[in-house]
């Protein structure tokens, strides 16, 4: 999970919202980064919860907060784990951030490790008509993000989507829709907050970036965000959380 900041009072809100503190069974936190969502998790559960990420560094981070979080590291091509042992399989800020040509085989492999009538929950950003300006800030600057990663290393990531492009993706995959619902996510930061905080990794890619049209393109993109976010600030952010279970 990317971290948001102050996101994790809302996210212990839905868990408890949706009932997840009644799930009896293994937890897995995929793409867990570090660990916000999988402490969460098990102060909510109180029982065993797992976290994958294929990031070592963050995996290390996550080990000094997590408590009794069991960590993994691994990757989501081929999750090590045998059929059916757990009940509950969440993306929690992570299916935007996937690789595009990976999305498919990870839901097929979450089907394969979750029990009969196993949960998948997903928290993502998503994009809505008629967005705040504070909240459209977030949608820009992953499309800026990936852009920058497309033209640097050629690999597509899932991206933000319409919520109702995201539960159609996965429903196709053989899960059922429980619940569904727009949550907004993370506290307001102040212009000069956001501007400390965000655009690193952007501006590192777009220095390499070598094609002038791309690079253009993005650097408007990253005005427009700057722009935006020196009026309006940023936050909180429109998250699609959507509860399935597997068929």
């Known amino acids: 999970m990317t971290d948001i900041p102050g996101m994790a009072y809302e996210l212990s809100l839905i868990l408890r919202k949706l009932g997840i503190s009644h799930v009896s069974g293994p937890v897995l936190d995929l793409g867990c980064g570090v660990g916000g969502s999988s402490k969460i998790l098990l102060e909510v559960l109180d029982g065993l919860v797992v976290g994958v990420d294929?990031?070592?560094?963050?995996?290390?981070?996550?080990?000094?907060?997590?408590?009794?979080?069991?960590?993994?590291?691994?990757?989501?091509?081929?999750?090590?784990?045998?059929?059916?042992?757990?009940?509950?399989?969440?993306?929690?800020?992570?299916?935007?951030?996937?690789?595009?040509e990976l999305a498919d085989s990870l839901l097929d492999g979450i089907r394969r490790i979750l029990t009969d009538k196993?949960?998948?929950?997903?928290?993502d950003k998503c994009s809505l008509p008629r967005l705040k300006p504070w909240?459209?800030?977030?949608?820009?600057?992953?499309?800026?993000?990936?852009?920058?990663?497309?033209?640097?290393?050629?690999?597509?990531?899932?991206?933000?989507?319409r919520p109702s492009e995201v539960i159609e993706f996965i429903s196709l995959k053989g899960y059922r829709l429980m619940y569904c619902?727009?949550?907004?996510?993370?506290?307001?930061?102040?212009?000069?907050?956001?501007?400390k905080s965000w655009g690193k990794k952007t501006l590192?890619?777009?220095?390499?970036?070598k094609d002038k049209?791309?690079?253009?393109?993005?650097?408007?993109?990253?005005?427009?965000?700057?722009?935006?976010?020196?009026?309006?600030?940023?936050?909180?952010?429109?998250?699609?959380?959507?509860?399935?279970?597997?068929?």
């Open 54 to 100: 294929f990031d070592f560094t963050k995996l290390k981070v996550a080990r000094g907060i997590t408590g009794s979080v069991t960590l993994v590291c691994g990757d989501a091509k081929l999750l090590p784990f045998r059929k059916r042992c757990f009940k509950l399989v969440s993306l929690i800020n992570t299916l935007h951030e996937l690789e595009a």
């Open 118 to 123: 196993g949960l998948l929950l997903v928290v």
């Open 135 to 161: 909240e459209e800030i977030a949608i820009l600057a992953e499309e800026a993000y990936h852009e920058a990663r497309v033209a640097v290393y050629g690999i597509k990531l899932f991206g933000v989507h």
């Open 181 to 195: 619902g727009i949550w907004r996510a993370g506290r307001r930061l102040s212009p000069e907050e956001f501007s």
């Open 204 to 209: 590192q890619l777009l220095e390499i970036i």
């Open 213 to 247: 049209k791309t690079k253009e393109r993005i650097t408007k993109l990253i005005s427009r965000i700057r722009g935006l976010a020196s009026k309006y600030g940023y936050g909180p952010v429109p998250f699609l959380v959507a509860l399935f279970e597997v068929l």
